[in-house]
């Protein structure tokens, strides 16, 4: 559970977390949160909100086994129920690093066809920028 707790430390330093009920809220309206979490003991109204925000879309959403207090202490607050993730590669990442990867393998199916499409756009845009400055190759 520590190198989970260390993405999700990692996605806070790095500006691809969003953290609380509201941020994580707006950012799965706009379709930026690819990863929900919420923490083991939050309660069932925000397991249920979590669920909600992912409902339609294909975004996912985990509860974990740590608690609010670890997940707090990991980002440098007292507590935090709900957390989201908002960089597709990082999120697989966590996924894969879950204790139980079986468990979350549709999950990590998911953002494994995030992080190929986003490779593949970023390929794509590179190859256009070349383009454009030195004309296309024949």
């Known amino acids: 559970m520590d190198k989970t707790l260390n993405y999700l430390a990692l996605a806070r330093k790095g500006g691809m977390a969003e953290l609380g009920e509201e941020p994580v809220g707006a950012a799965a309206r706009a379709g930026k949160a690819h990863l929900i979490l919420v923490a083991g003991d939050a309660s069932d109204h925000t397991w249920r909100r979590a669920k909600s925000f992912t409902a339609g879309t294909d975004q996912q959403c985990i509860r974990m086994d740590c608690t609010k207090d670890e997940m707090g202490l990991v980002i440098g607050r007292t507590s935090l129920a709900i957390a989201a993730i908002t960089d597709p590669a990082l999120a697989l990442a966590l996924v894969k690093s879950l ?3 079986e468990k979350y393998a549709d999950a990590a199916q998911v953002l494994e066809e995030k ?3 986003l ?3 970023r390929a794509e845009a590179k190859a256009h920028a070349r383009n454009v400055k030195k004309g296309k190759k024949k």
């Open 115 to 117: 992080v190929r499409r």
């Open 119 to 121: 490779k593949q756009r």
């Open 99 to 101: 204790a139980q990867p």
